[in-house]
């Protein structure tokens, strides 16, 4: 009964470096979004995957950022040339579809970046 | 405008009294749902309740209770007989579009419990 996996959980990348971030979704969930949390802040909505597909990815950054979510494995989320202020926590979370009852969001334990 | 409003930053409350914490959306739309997730010192978040927008009765799961007012726009979390253990980062959430698989959520910037002995 695992439920959404995030790894590494604390990640320390110099300046410039990329990092990458994973996340495997509950087992049979075809939904994944990812959140980005700054210290003393909600959650902000980055984007939104099915399989293979970008369905919403309103709040991402316009550069450096880019996420997957492959047929096989797990979805990714890749910062490239990482500044300071991508210092946060990065959290996955996956659902089923609506039709299949999909309403609540599973939370992973979140990875924290730290560029230094 | 903000879609998800918590008016309270910190909140304290007496072991084994009950607290109430607030929680206000806006949409439009008329499929959503609402949640609350609990954040403790040690970062992850947790799923504590849910409330479908069609739902007719308040949601309830244990001691956490949702005090929903669908004509006023809000979703108050209630916990009774508060534990230590509940001292926290609150986030009330909203998920618009239930009925299509637009799934992203929007957070509010969360209530910090106390919980005193």
């Known amino acids: 009964n695992a439920g959404v996996m995030q790894n590494p959980r604390h990640l320390v990348r110099r300046r410039g470096q990329e990092a990458r971030l994973r996340c495997s979704p509950v087992?049979?969930?075809?939904?994944v979004y990812w959140y980005r949390q700054l210290p003393e802040e909600g959650l902000k909505f980055m984007v939104y995957l099915q399989k293979e597909n970008i369905i919403d990815e309103s709040g991402m950054p316009k550069e450096r950022f880019s996420a997957e979510f492959p047929k096989e494995g797990p979805s990714i989320l890749r910062i490239q040339q990482v500044v300071r202020g991508d210092s946060a926590a990065y959290f996955c979370a996956s659902s089923p579809p609506w039709e299949k009852g999909g309403t609540e969001a599973f939370f992973g334990q979140g990875t924290r970046l730290t560029v230094v | 405008a903000q879609k998800i409003t918590q008016t309270q930053p910190g909140m304290f409350v007496q072991e084994k009294e009950a607290v109430t914490l607030d929680c206000t959306y806006d949409t439009s739309d008329p499929s959503y749902g609402l949640f609350w997730y609990k954040q403790p010192s040690s970062g992850e978040m947790i799923f504590l309740i849910y409330?479908?927008?069609?739902?007719?009765q308040n949601a309830t799961e244990g001691r956490y209770s949702l005090n929903f007012q669908k004509a006023r726009k809000s979703a108050n979390l209630v916990i009774s007989a508060s534990q230590l253990g509940d001292s926290a980062m609150y986030f009330c959430a909203m998920r618009e579009g239930l009925d299509t698989n637009a799934g992203k959520s929007t957070f509010g910037d969360g209530t910090t419990l106390t919980v005193k002995p």
């Open positions: 087992k049979g969930h075809s939904h």
């Open positions: 409330q479908g927008s069609y739902d007719q």
